[in-house]
């Protein structure tokens, strides 16, 4: 791939997993971390997301695609527990992962971040760090009363935390309220914070929205870095340049259904994702977007007619 | 009628109580045993210038375990006959009891839905949970008693006035306090606490300029009751009701149909939205201030004419606005409506087997119940995470 | 004007029973809203469980005092647990809304009739002190010196209220330095990233509800003790919302916030009374009665409340940047 210089045996067995897969929207994996099948999720009458089944390759980083409201953040809240689906079953490593919360989703080591980015504004950065950690003695109300029982243990989270924040180029920050950083720091402590939790799987929503373009290329190492190190990367991405240089494998999302999958360099000339970007679903339930434009038609007509009758 | 002696004894004669009733013209005499009593009033105790009507100072009300039983001595003014006479509810029936329990709900949960329905509409465009709302309906009542008993005007000019001023005082309310502090980008759990100032700073006000006293209105009070089918009730109090679900309607039908009102409805949808497709989103707020202002007054000045008038009357009622408005669904409308209503209700009927001074108890327990199986409420719909 | 009496009655009221018990409910609410984020509204439930547990299990089941006090902590505890199981997965104002239902439900019930023989209706109960008096190591007499003097009963609930103060700071503070804490304070600016990090959230929210519910329920034996009776009305809403004014006043998320703040609190309100009620009746203010000065400090309170979460949010000693009171 064009932009890849850091070739290493991770990506090639990524690349040599996804060799001879067909194009179709729920092809099987050699390997999968994450088994998704028949995930439906309803608002009212609209069907949010309703995939029929889906794998993810362990070991590779899996974009997720698809146009505005086509239901990829809401699939991200059914995956990690943060929303309940109405019906269906996924396995990560193997394990029932439907109706377990979410915190227990983190520690079983699928770990999520946030499109709009939640770092912890009056913690410092170091403390957002090590509440990353897990299984911590002294997060437990009786042995937090003695300090004696924690405080090895905290030394060993804070050493940790400093050198991934290093990795980062957070560690200058460390004692900063996380509220001060910049947008894209905010992004990066978000990650960092992340893998302090150790996961396997880590899912990446929108992680460089609202980043300034400076950052996008840090940014996008640490992504490529974390499959280096053994873990998985599922992320929503709306940027098709970006999705072209990280990512193994693309999943492409339609009105809440998976629709096309394939590697990032010839996905893009699947009829069926032009269509899905380009319209041709007139006739189709309304998504998410549409709802939002017809409202904002509604509200236009409103609003003349306001100063329609204000002016008689 | 206050310092007036009853006598209660059983239906053999046995003495049980002898108690005088309180300011309210009220009493309470615990019984033991379910059976027949019989209750007598002190004809000497009564005021000078009136008399139990028909002279029938005697009454034998069966009491049912765990059950309250009523007993209402009617009481006319001495030489002014020919008034309609007020029917005693003491030995009614379950099921008349229950109608009259029910239409008395029915009273309150149109008065609740009044002031519900302005906190509702301010927090579905601001944000804003007021709990300084109830205090709206405090200055209803007492404004419109300050223009009946201090001025001297008949109780529906005072009332007029009354709401008027009141929704001034919601204009002015928004226009020099909520929304500066809304251009300061205060937090709505900020305001929500300030709110709790504003409440404190009312409540207290009224108390000292008003008094700690209960008062009545001049006009309507000592109204006799006409019968209705099952149902028992002071003329006062149709005419109330008739117009709380006129009121009622209209603001609902302005909500609907003028543009204000879609203005409004859009605004509590989404402020950001509404505010990007050109509404003016301050005015549209202020609107329902000065509205919300104006129908909690009113349900002030209601409640004060269906009860009495104190200096803590809002207070009392708040929380039964607040599980109105939840029950049916924080800041929709319709919800507020339905959920007051239902509040209302639930409040009178369940006296058919709480006693009456539990009775907002169990409206309160069912709101909690309720938002356990249903936190969106009974009309609201569930959020999207993310 | 005696401003003798004037003064001493202000300092006195710097360490006095009311700001004890106030500092603690304010403690209590400092972990809820303060650390946690929880807008509790029902904190006068906890200090009513807690004073009726101890009156009801010494005067209705005649057990000794120790009895009562651990059926009022087991009270309290149980009523966070009650309280949290319904309403800690939702908004943060529906928990205000809830939670100050509840209270209200608790005062109604305390203060019925139906439950006369065991609450002892709006009266209330009294005369379960008297186990708490028996362990007073003071012999009867005065003590102090200068305006500083009580008499040995009041003395006991003093030191006794003020060992509980110290004994709640420490271990606030000792808890909100450890990562136990951490969790709690990442819960109140963000709640799903501490999810999103594998911790149980209802869980440490509980946790907190209960602490604080259990601190503030001192406060509520701090006054029956003190004043040897409970009353339904004592433990209205207004009780919670004046703990809410200290906590502000002091500093949300402050270990030592709420103690200086009751103590703000109770100087000025007994200042205010004690310079306007002379003034009222020396002839020098006309225009207020002196019932009507003692309901104007409430006015005071309310306005203060206002002026201090707009003007001043952190409280008097608060740093800005750490403000509980603006998340989200």
């Known amino acids: 791939m064009h932009a890849e210089t850091t070739a290493t045996d991770r990506k090639a067995a990524a690349l040599a997993a996804f060799k001879d897969l067909d194009r179709d929207p729920g092809v099987a994996?050699?390997?999968?971390?994450?088994?998704?099948?028949g995930v439906v999720r309803r608002f009212g009458?609209?069907?949010?997301?309703?995939?029929?089944?889906?794998?993810?390759?362990?070991?590779?980083?899996?974009?997720?695609?698809?146009?505005?409201?086509?239901?990829?953040?809401?699939?991200?809240?059914?995956?990690?527990?943060?929303?309940?689906?109405?019906?269906?079953?996924?396995?990560?490593?193997?394990?029932?992962?439907?109706?377990?919360?979410?915190?227990?989703?983190?520690?079983?080591?699928?770990?999520?971040?946030?499109?709009?980015?939640?770092a912890l504004s009056k913690l410092t950065v170091i403390e957002n760090m090590r509440l990353g950690a897990q299984a911590q003695k002294g997060e437990s109300f009786w042995r937090a009363l003695v300090p004696g029982f924690w405080r090895d243990q905290e030394a060993e989270i804070t050493e940790r935390a400093e050198e991934l924040l290093v990795r980062f180029k957070l560690d200058k920050k460390r004692d900063d309220f996380a509220g001060s950083l910049s947008g894209g720091q905010r992004k990066l402590l978000e990650m960092a914070r992340?893998?302090?939790?150790?996961?396997?799987?880590?899912?990446?929503?929108?992680?460089?929205?609202?980043v300034n373009p400076a950052l996008t290329q840090s940014l996008l190492g640490h992504v490529k870095d974390l499959r280096e190190q053994g873990m998985t990367v599922l992320f929503v991405e709306h940027d098709m340049d970006m999705v072209r240089d990280i990512s193994d494998w693309v999943i492409v999302m339609a009105q809440g259904a998976v629709i096309s999958e394939g590697p990032p360099d010839t996905i893009m000339s699947d009829p069926r994702v032009i269509d899905a970007y380009l319209g041709a679903h007139h006739d189709a339930p309304l998504s998410e977007s549409e709802l939002e434009k017809q409202l904002h038609e509604a509200e236009a007509a409103l609003e003349e007619e306001i100063v329609e009758e204000t002016q008689k | 009628m206050n310092g007036v002696k009853i006598v209660v004894t059983t239906e053999s004669g046995q003495p049980v109580a002898e108690v005088t009733s309180n300011a309210q013209g009220t009493w309470q005499v615990p019984v033991e045993k379910p059976g027949k009593y019989k209750v007598t009033l002190d004809a000497n105790t009564l005021p000078q210038n009136v008399a139990v009507r028909g002279g029938n100072n005697v009454r034998t009300p069966t009491v049912y375990d765990g059950n309250m039983s009523t007993v209402l001595f009617a009481l006319q003014a001495k030489g002014a006959p020919g008034q309609p006479a007020e029917e005693e509810a003491g030995q009614s029936s379950f099921w008349t009891q229950a109608a009259q329990l029910a239409f008395?709900?029915?009273?309150?949960?149109?008065?609740?839905?009044?002031?519900?329905?302005?906190?509702?509409?301010?927090?579905?465009?601001?944000?804003?949970?007021?709990?300084?709302?109830?205090?709206?309906?405090?200055?209803?009542?007492?404004?419109?008693?300050?223009?009946?008993?201090?001025?001297?005007?008949?109780?529906?000019?005072?009332?007029?006035?009354?709401?008027?001023l009141a929704g001034g005082f919601g204009y002015a309310q928004d226009r020099f306090f909520w929304g500066q502090l809304r251009k300061r980008g205060t937090g709505i759990i900020a305001m929500m606490i300030v709110s709790i100032g504003v409440a404190l700073f009312l409540r207290y006000l009224f108390l000292i300029i008003f008094g700690g006293q209960t008062e009545v209105y001049t006009q309507y009070t000592g109204q006799a009751g006409i019968q209705v089918g099952p149902i028992t009730a002071a003329p006062k109090n149709f005419v109330a009701m008739a117009i709380e679900l006129l009121v009622l309607v209209v603001v609902s039908l302005a909500l609907l149909r003028t543009r204000t009102g879609k203005a409004a409805r859009a605004v509590a949808d989404n402020p950001a939205l509404a505010a990007s497709s050109g509404i003016n989103v301050d005015r549209v707020i202020r609107i329902i201030w000065t509205m919300g202002g104006a129908i909690a007054a009113l349900a002030g000045i209601m409640l004060g004419l269906s009860q009495s008038l104190k200096f803590n009357m809002g207070q009392d009622i708040l929380l039964l606005i607040f599980a109105g408005v939840t029950l049916g669904g924080l800041g929709t409308a319709w919800g507020a409506l339905v959920g007051s209503l239902i509040v209302g209700l639930f409040i009178q009927l369940s006296t058919l087997w709480v006693p009456p001074e539990l009775k907002s108890v169990g409206a309160l327990a069912v709101l909690i119940i309720v938002l356990l199986f249903r936190p969106q409420g009974i009309l609201g719909r569930r959020e999207r995470i993310g | 004007m005696d401003w003798n009496t004037i003064i001493s009655?202000?300092?006195?009221?710097?360490?006095?029973?009311?700001?004890?018990?106030?500092?603690?409910?304010?403690?209590?609410?400092?972990?809820?809203?303060?650390?946690?984020?929880?807008?509790?509204?029902?904190?006068?439930?906890?200090?009513?469980?807690?004073?009726?547990?101890l009156a009801v299990t010494v005067t209705v089941l005649g057990l000794p005092f120790w009895a009562g006090i651990v059926v009022g902590l087991l009270a309290a505890a149980l009523l966070a647990l009650l309280l949290g199981i319904p309403t800690l997965r939702l908004r943060a104002d529906y928990l205000a809304i809830v939670t100050i239902a509840a209270a209200e439900i608790i005062r109604l019930i305390f203060r019925s009739v139906a439950f006369k023989d065991v609450f002892g209706g709006s009266d209330g109960r009294r005369g379960f002190s008297d186990g708490f008096y028996a362990l007073n190591p003071f012999p009867a007499g005065?003590?102090?010196?200068?305006?500083?003097?009580?008499?040995?009963?009041?003395?006991?609930?003093?030191?006794?209220?003020?060992?509980?103060?110290?004994?709640?700071?420490?271990?606030?503070?000792?808890?909100?330095?450890?990562?136990?804490?951490?969790?709690?304070?990442?819960?109140?600016?963000?709640?799903?990233?501490?999810?999103?990090?594998?911790?149980?959230?209802?869980?440490?929210?509980?946790?907190?509800?209960?602490l604080g519910g259990v601190i503030g329920s001192l406060g509520g034996f701090v006054y029956g003790l003190a004043f040897a009776s409970v009353q339904p009305d004592i433990f209205g809403t207004e009780t919670t919302f004046f703990a809410y004014t200290i906590l502000i006043l002091g500093g949300a998320a402050r270990v030592?916030?709420?103690?200086?703040?009751?103590?703000?609190?109770?100087?000025?309100?007994?200042?205010?009374?004690?310079?306007?009620?002379?003034?009222?009746?020396?002839?020098?203010?006309?225009?207020?009665?002196?019932?009507?000065?003692?309901?104007?400090?409430?006015?005071?309170?309310?306005?203060?409340?206002?002026?201090?979460?707009?003007?001043?949010?952190q409280g008097i000693f608060g740093d800005k940047r750490e403000i509980a009171i603006d998340a989200r």
């Open chain 1, 29 to 37: 994996k050699p390997d999968p971390i994450l088994v998704v099948d």
């Open chain 1, 45 to 118: 009458g609209l069907t949010a997301v309703d995939v029929d089944h889906v794998e993810v390759q362990r070991g590779s980083i899996t974009a997720l695609i698809g146009p505005n409201g086509a239901g990829k953040t809401t699939f991200f809240n059914q995956l990690t527990g943060f929303d309940t689906a109405d019906a269906g079953q996924w396995t990560f490593n193997g394990r029932n992962m439907h109706g377990v919360p979410p915190h227990k989703v983190a520690r079983a080591g699928m770990v999520r971040t946030f499109q709009l980015t939640k």
């Open chain 1, 194 to 210: 992340a893998l302090m939790v150790q996961p396997e799987l880590v899912m990446l929503d929108e992680p460089m929205a609202g």
């Open chain 2, 104 to 164: 008395e709900g029915l009273n309150l949960g149109l008065i609740i839905a009044l002031a519900a329905l302005g906190l509702s509409l301010i927090y579905g465009t601001t944000g804003l949970t007021n709990f300084a709302h109830g205090e709206l309906v405090t200055l209803g009542a007492i404004l419109a008693y300050a223009f009946n008993a201090g001025v001297g005007l008949h109780l529906i000019p005072a009332a007029v006035i009354a709401v008027i």
């Open chain 3, 9 to 53: 009655t202000t300092v006195k009221a710097a360490i006095g029973v009311e700001t004890v018990l106030y500092a603690l409910a304010a403690i209590g609410l400092n972990v809820h809203f303060g650390y946690t984020g929880l807008l509790n509204f029902g904190q006068a439930a906890f200090m009513a469980v807690a004073g009726y547990g």
């Open chain 3, 142 to 210: 005065e003590y102090g010196f200068g305006w500083f003097t009580f008499n040995h009963r009041l003395l006991w609930v003093l030191l006794v209220g003020w060992v509980l103060v110290g004994l709640s700071c420490l271990l606030v503070y000792m808890l909100m330095k450890s990562p136990w804490g951490r969790v709690l304070k990442a819960i109140r600016e963000d709640e799903d990233a501490v999810r999103s990090l594998g911790k149980n959230v209802f869980s440490y929210k509980m946790q907190s509800l209960v």
């Open chain 3, 256 to 313: 030592f916030g709420p103690v200086v703040g009751s103590m703000i609190f109770w100087v000025l309100l007994v200042l205010v009374y004690g310079v306007l009620s002379g003034a009222v009746e020396a002839g020098y203010i006309t225009f207020m009665t002196s019932t009507q000065v003692g309901q104007f400090r409430f006015l005071l309170v309310g306005l203060g409340l206002i002026l201090l979460v707009v003007f001043r949010p």
